[in-house]
């Protein structure tokens, strides 16, 4: 079992930066990637960016946040970090971070509860 907790939500005006914080624990081994995504009332869940946890950390981001967003990871912590800047209203959201675990073929199978991030104009 992995366990996820977000962290770091909150309420920010247009322009501003948030840093959002995954801390994993149990089984943290057996992660292979960790990802980020946000849903906002009435829309699909959308996926914003992921980091894999090999040596290279290698991340990836998805269109509407690559060049404003930045993840990271601290090994020793084995906490994932989601550093967003120059936000946006339609940045506002319910963020999750999610695992993707050894052996399950790319799905991420264990979720954070979620944190709240609210973009003012």
């Known amino acids: 079992q992995v366990q996820l907790v977000e962290s770091g939500g909150g309420l920010v005006q247009a322009g501003g930066s948030l840093r959002l914080s995954c801390a994993a624990s149990g089984r943290t081994f057996s992660i292979d990637a960790t990802g980020w995504f946000r849903q906002a009332p009435g829309k699909e869940r959308e996926f914003v960016g992921g980091?894999?946890?090999?040596?290279?950390?290698?991340?990836y981001y998805a269109d509407s946040v690559k060049g404003r967003f930045t993840i990271s990871r601290d090994n020793a912590k084995n906490t994932v970090y989601l550093q967003m800047n120059s936000l946006k209203p339609e940045d506002t959201a319910i963020y999750y971070c999610?695992?993707?675990?050894?052996?399950?073929?790319?799905?991420?199978?264990?979720w954070g509860q979620g944190t709240q991030v609210t973009v003012s104009s």
């Open positions: 999610a695992a993707k675990t050894k052996g399950t073929g790319g799905i991420y199978d264990y």
């Open positions: 980091i894999n946890w090999s040596a290279w950390s290698s991340t």
